[in-house]
């Protein structure tokens, strides 16, 4: 995953909070469509880095921003997310504008399907995970020490 533009087209979801939006992800030279979930109730931009720093520790790689420049990528690998076996790779991103202020994620499985596109059979499962632990995030000093130094 690299850098992305503004959104194609968006994917309502029943709660005004959060909503599924398909995102153009440049790879190489190669530009790919994803889903990506953004969530709008939040304090930062950063709010899914410091989920996933909380549930699963310090990322595995950082990468440009797909937003800002100043909000880069952090990317997780090898992550249990449901129940069973199955291990995810999530990239967390987000931005704060004066137009635009949400913390976004995505979600690929091993074989780096979309596990937000309509077609994946546990998509609502993740995304009810997701929110669920979104709604419930305190604040995490931790993570933001971490982070600065990154």
């Known amino acids: ?10 994917v309502r979801t029943a709660n005004p909070e959060f909503e599924v939006v398909q995102v153009p992800i440049v790879n190489q030279n190669d530009t790919i469509i994803l889903n990506e979930l953004r969530f709008y ?24 921003g797909r937003y800002q420049s100043n909000v880069p990528q952090l990317i997780w690998k090898d992550i249990k ?24 994620v995505v979600v690929l499985n091993k074989e780096d399907i979309d596990c937000l596109s309509l077609e994946y059979p546990k998509r609502q499962i993740i995304i009810d995970f997701l929110v669920s632990k979104m709604r419930s995030l305190g604040s995490s000093k931790e993570f933001y020490q971490e982070y600065r130094t990154r």
Request: proline share 0%; glycine share 4%.
């Open 81 to 104: 997310l449901t129940d069973d076996q199955e291990t995810y790779t999530i990239s967390t991103c987000g931005t704060e504008t004066h137009t635009k202020y949400f913390a976004s």
């Open 1 to 10: 995953m690299c850098s992305c533009q503004t959104s194609l087209q968006k």
């Open 41 to 64: 109730r939040i304090s930062s931009a950063v709010n899914f880095m410091q989920l996933f720093y909380d549930e699963y520790g310090k990322w595995d790689l950082v990468i440009d």
